[in-house]
């Protein structure tokens, strides 16, 4: 699978999600557990969404 999620779109997502799941743990809400959803597509450099909104910001490839 090509990667689709760039630098700074990357690192937002694996803070945020980051932030999320802390909060979680020291008692916030349960809908911040969605917080595995941005650290995963961080770690992984891969949003399943941006294919479908034609979407991606990884910078692009010359040849």
Do not use: E, H, Q
């Not at 911040?32 to 949003?47: F, H, K, Q």
Request: net charge positive.
């Amino acid at each position: 699978m090509k990667a689709n999620v760039g630098g700074i779109d990357r690192m937002l997502r694996i803070l945020v999600g980051l932030g999320l799941i802390a909060w979680a743990l020291l008692g916030g809400p349960l809908w911040a557990w969605i917080g595995v959803v941005p650290l995963a597509t961080g770690l992984a450099s891969r949003c399943p969404l941006y294919p479908l909104l034609g979407l991606s910001t990884c910078a692009a490839k010359k040849p």
